[in-house]
């Protein structure tokens, strides 16, 4: 069938002249917006693990059940010119739940930036992934062009990873995951052009196969999300061959024997991981996911989640003002601009199916694929992979991919006006990330720093609860904001109160209890000081507080900062 969206220059396989150009631009403007205000907003709880485990350092190494300075508490932020890649990797698996490739990469990369007042860079560790981030607007004309053979489609694509707010959003997390969506990218890629060989009859080529095997052994070795990824092209390819089978035309000869070997290769990549990955199905890392006791409306909250994050790698505007008013009205306009946005598209994707099947139909079935995926482990395994929308970036290609395949139908209808009011509305999405009223941090600690500061007399006692190094995390990022905003006042002191998992012997708590060690610390402190206490377990709290009213010391705020519950206390002598 001809394809009526392509011209001359849409032919060629390397774009040329004022194509190339416009590229640029778009991978200039998606540069600007991923590198503005990098290090504006506070780092938080998962930013700290990375700077840590990055630099070859260890949590364990700061001190618990016992009270500390802040230079104690953040000397895991001093860079450590004698450890090496290994101790990137021993620390990491040991510490943490996450393959080590992306922090192996940042730690050499954060060898090219000098230390800031003595702790690691943060726009140096911010600035990988962002660049990562920007890697991804070329690598979104690639396989736009891969996909649809046509420069609109292709240029569209780029344009909406640059403005997308959703990837402005990932792109300046000190996370992985802008290295593995250039990752699913490229297994796109390989999934694009092995089903155009399938269709033909053909065998995918040896290289294509070893290119995809190394491709997704890359993937997983950056972070084991993209699994979900490539069980989405497998249930793909397996839709593909059940189709075939249904039209008498499936032959499992090279060719889907050459996938079948992709798929063992792809899954030895994965193998190597599995003794890292004992035991994190209930560790105290990933229980934070895990929601058992829904009812009602709650039902309800992981589809909602699902489709905000599918919204916001186009739009987003300021769901997280503070005025309430402004809020809810944006929330409604997203909606509106979803249901107007399903209603263009529906209609570009299906002039696109009629000139390129062999791109919408396998992009279709990975996001789709991706999505009953995501909603089989939150129902079924009660693992709310929804919750942090972060983890969609697993879908976010093929999304941005299709996306553009049903634009560059409409432009070619027309519809011009459709697809630059889209892209206006992703560029102000995307400033609405940086103004900070949207895809805030899932931490405030720069709130809590201020709270505190706007709200003692005296010398500062910060405990919080300790479990993992996410709760060291936490308190890092009061310290972190303490020095940034406030370098001229007292520093606070710090306490992490440690708590093993739950055993048979504490069948009537949920954790063991922190007030021996807590208390402990209060009495030797001099008096009078302003105690803060955060993340205490509810069924803990009322014991402590009166143990701690024993000690003369009386509960002045009981509230709530963003990924922080608090309570203040003032101790008088």
């Not at 079924?380 to 395949?405: S, W």
């Not at 302003?530 to 009981?558: F, G, H, K, M």
């Amino acid at each position: 069938m001809t394809d009526r969206f392509s011209t001359n220059s849409t032919a060629k396989l390397v774009p040329e002249g004022r194509s190339l150009l416009w590229l640029l631009a778009w991978t200039l403007l998606g540069l600007a917006l991923r590198f503005a205000h990098l290090t504006d907003k506070a780092p938080w709880t998962d930013e700290f693990s990375t700077m840590v485990f990055s630099l070859g350092n260890s949590f364990r190494t700061v001190p618990l059940d016992r009270v500390i300075s802040l230079a104690e508490l953040m000397q895991p932020m001093v860079p450590n010119p004698n450890a090496g890649a290994g101790d990137v990797v021993q620390n990491l698996l040991s510490e943490s739940n996450h393959p080590p490739l992306y922090f192996v990469l940042t730690h050499l990369w954060l060898r090219l930036f000098s230390p800031d007042g003595g702790y690691v860079s943060l726009w140096g560790v911010r600035s990988l992934s962002a660049l990562f981030g920007t890697l991804t607007i070329p690598a979104a004309f690639g396989l736009g062009w891969l996909a649809f053979r046509n420069g609109r489609a292709a240029h569209l694509a780029a344009l909406l990873m640059a403005v997308s707010p959703f990837g402005v959003y990932l792109a300046q997390e000190a996370r992985h995951y802008t290295l593995p969506v250039l990752w699913v990218m490229a297994s796109l890629a390989c999934l694009l052009a092995t089903v155009r060989a399938l269709q033909t009859g053909k065998a995918p080529a040896l290289w294509l196969c070893g290119a995809w095997i190394l491709v997704n052994g890359l993937g997983l070795a950056t972070h084991y999300f993209v699994a979900i990824a490539l069980a989405a092209e497998a249930m793909t390819l397996a839709g593909l061959a059940l189709y075939q089978l249904r039209q008498g035309k499936f032959r499992l000869g090279a060719g889907w024997g050459r996938v079948l070997a992709v798929g063992m290769g792809t899954l030895l990549s994965g193998l190597v991981w599995l003794p890292a990955l004992q035991g994190t199905q209930e560790s105290e890392l990933t229980r934070w996911i895990v929601r058992r006791d829904r009812a009602g409306l709650a039902w309800l909250a992981p589809i909602a989640q699902l489709l905000g994050g599918l919204v916001s790698m186009l739009y987003l505007l300021p769901v997280q003002a503070k005025s309430q008013v402004i809020a809810y009205a944006s929330v409604l306009a997203l909606v509106g601009l979803a249901l107007w946005t399903i209603a263009k598209l529906t209609a570009g994707l299906r002039l696109q199916a009629q000139n390129a099947p062999d791109a919408v139909l396998p992009l279709g079935g990975v996001v789709l694929s991706a999505i009953a995926l995501f909603l089989l482990i939150t129902y079924g395994f009660q693992r709310d992979l929804t919750v942090a929308f972060r983890y969609q970036f697993v879908v976010y290609p093929a999304v941005i991919v299709l996306v553009a395949g049903g634009l560059a139908a409409l432009w070619q209808r027309g519809k011009r006006r459709v697809i630059l009011l889209v892209a206006l509305l992703g560029l102000l999405g995307s400033l609405t990330v940086l103004a900070n009223l949207g895809f805030q941090k899932t931490h405030r600690p720069d709130l809590l720093a201020q709270r505190i500061r706007e709200n003692t007399r005296f010398p500062v006692l910060v405990a919080i609860a300790h479990r993992t190094h996410g709760q060291t995390g936490r308190l890092m990022g009061v310290a972190w904001a303490w020095r940034s905003q406030f370098p001229d006042q007292p520093e606070p002191r710090f306490l992490l109160a440690h708590q093993e998992p739950p055993t048979a012997a504490l069948a009537l708590a949920s954790r063991s209890d922190i007030a021996p060690s807590l208390l402990s610390a209060v009495a030797t402190q001099p008096r009078p000081m302003d105690l803060w206490l955060l993340n205490i377990e509810i069924s803990q709290r009322p014991a402590l507080l009166r143990e701690l009213a024993q000690q003369n010391c009386t509960v002045l705020d009981d509230g709530t900062e963003d990924g922080y519950r608090l309570h203040h206390l003032r101790c008088q002598g």
